[in-house]
């Protein structure tokens, strides 16, 4: 499994309840896989572009983990996205460099399943609020997959959820995720 590559954009995991226990289940399973956790390495923000194109370069398949944030991906994913899929590398006349690897999306929602629905408060079902990262792996030439995510993965004591309920949920994400890869690197 040395050729898929996990990219952790959880701007703090010592603070999460879920995306941490999910790339702690993924080592776990796969001890080779390779995982960038990004607030480690970047804690400025200050993104090492060489490094990050080194490491997607050497991978076949792309794993982003993040929790969604305001519809989107966390602002440290974006900006490691801004900075890494350059011109002539993602794209260009030579940006062929992320071509034919595949795109596996894992993240965790906060709000429940409903509340993405036309008469939900989020009105906007998630495959539609993907569409950004979905178009950006198709310049690239990236292989989109089918995502994998869970809802009801926000823990706030007392108000949202019990840190049971979550944990098992992102044990369910790690076990679906876990089977993906299996598929993606047996193909
Ligand atoms: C800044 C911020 C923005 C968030 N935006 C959304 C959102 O747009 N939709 C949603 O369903 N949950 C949202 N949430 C809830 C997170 O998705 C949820 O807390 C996260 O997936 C839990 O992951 P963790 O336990 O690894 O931190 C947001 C939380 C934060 C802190």
């Known amino acids: 499994m040395a050729d898929i590559l996990v990219i952790s954009g959880h701007p703090d995991l010592s603070q999460s309840h879920t995306n941490r ?11 080779d896989l390779q995982i960038r956790a990004l607030d480690q390495l970047y804690p400025d923000y200050h ?15 792309i794993v982003l983990q993040f929790p969604l944030y305001w519809y989107s991906v966390p602002a440290l994913l974006k900006k490691w996205i801004d900075d890494v899929f350059t011109f002539n590398f993602a794209y260009g006349p030579e940006g062929d460099k992320l071509r034919g690897k595949a795109l596996q999306l894992s993240f965790t929602v ?6 993405y629905t036309p008469l939900g ?10 569409q950004p990262l979905q178009q950006t792996a198709y310049l690239a030439g990236m292989a ?13 004591p007392g108000i949202y959820n019990t840190l ?24």
């Open 144 to 156: 989109w997959q089918e995502p994998v995510y869970q809802h009801g993965m926000v823990y706030i």
């Open 164 to 187: 049971e309920q979550v944990q098992a949920r992102a044990e369910q994400q790690a076990d679906v995720l876990l089977q993906r890869l299996q598929q993606l690197t047996a193909a």
């Open 110 to 115: 906060g709000g429940p399943a409903e509340a």
């Open 47 to 61: 993104i090492d572009v060489a490094s990050e194109q080194a490491a997607l370069r050497a991978a076949k398949v």
């Open 21 to 31: 226990l999910i790339l702690d289940r993924l080592q776990q399973a796969l001890p």
């Open 121 to 130: 408060y989020n009105h906007f079902p998630i495959a539609q609020l993907l």
